[in-house]
């Protein structure tokens, strides 16, 4: 049974296998396998979650390291970020896992902001 779906240029929908379908015909069922088609079934909605708030944990982390040397943060995601200072040396090794790397110096940029209109 399909219990939600979400329309974001791609379909994202929560459903379970354990109801009886909506319309009773075991419409939903089709649906689902055609949502599903090419999938793999080893998907773990929670171990995904859990990983990526995990890595925004350790990414805020760094942030607040740098922000606290007097940094300027311009960017940051859940594994990156984007500062006007080097970070601690400690920090940093492209061979290590889970330590930052430093992939781009940037001499001059420019800002693009985006106005929200409600």
Same mark, same amino acid.
């Given at each position: 049974m *399909?219990?939600?779906?979400?329309?974001?240029?791609?379909?994202? *929908?929560?459903y379970s296998l354990n109801e009886p379908p909506m319309n009773g015909k075991g419409g939903d069922s089709n649906l689902i396998k055609e949502y599903t088609k090419g999938l793999t079934l080893r998907t773990n909605v929670a171990l995904a979650s859990a990983v990526t708030a995990y890595s925004r944990m350790i990414i805020n982390d760094h942030k607040l390291t740098a922000l606290n040397s007097g940094a300027n943060l311009y960017y940051s995601d859940t594994d990156s970020m984007v500062i006007d200072q080097e970070l601690d040396s400690s920090k940093v090794d492209p061979?290590?896992?889970?330590y930052l790397k430093l992939e781009h110096t940037i001499e001059e940029g420019s800002s693009l902001f985006l106005r929200y209109i409600t």
């Open positions: *399909i219990i939600s779906e979400i329309l974001l240029g791609y379909t994202l *929908i929560n061979a290590k896992l889970g």
